[in-house]
Structure formats: C-alpha cells, structure tokens
C-alpha cells in the first residue's frame, strides 16, 4: 500500500536567492552540504581582477533521503541544456519546472 503525499505548504517569506556558483559540496553519507556564491566586482574599477569578490550567498543542507530526487532533476536539467544535433537550444521560458511528486515526476 502506497503511503498517502504529504500536503504542500508554500512558504511566502522565503527568500529567492541569486547565486553564481556552487563553491564547495559534500556528502557524508547522510547529508548532502552545499554552499553557493555570489561573485561580485567594484564598481570603480570592473577590469580590475584584484577587485573581485566572492560572498556565500547560500548554504543549503539535505537529508540523504532528497539526494537522488535532486540528481534525477540535474540529469533531466543536464538533457535539456544539451544541443542536439549541434544546435544551441533557445532559452526562452525556464529549461525544467519541477515542484516534485504532484507533477508527476519520480512516481
């Protein structure tokens, strides 16, 4: 017997939060660390490489349980970014929407 979904709540007050990189990942096992970064250059001197800066933006942790639903996503991600037949794909609307198990998805 199939154990009934849990009901979704949307959380208004999270933040979105923009990142350029994924600086450092881990897992141990039972929990997947990630932590993001922002990269950012002064103003006054844009050419300038010395005046970079890189700020954690975000740290995210995940139980071993997410883990494969977030490489099964990354893999779907991965398809969709791919050229095929050496066209580069038109990006236009968001490459993948997935709001998990009520799409569909991973059933």
């Not at 939060?17 to 660390?33: A, I, K, S, Y």
Request: no cysteine; proline share 7%; aromatic share 6%.
């Amino acid at each position: 017997m199939k154990s009934p979904q849990p009901r979704r709540v949307d959380v208004p007050e999270i933040a979105e939060v923009f990142v350029d990189e994924l600086r450092f990942m881990t897992f141990d096992g039972h929990q997947l660390r990630m932590e993001f970064d922002v990269v950012r250059k002064d103003g006054a001197a844009p050419d300038d490489d010395s005046r970079r800066w890189v700020y954690t933006a975000s740290r995210i942790v995940m139980s071993a349980h997410g883990v494969p639903a977030l490489l099964d996503q990354m893999t779907r991600l991965q398809a969709a970014l791919t050229p095929r037949g050496g066209a580069e794909p038109e990006v236009a609307e968001p490459v993948l929407q997935w709001k998990g198990r009520e799409a569909g998805v991973g059933s």
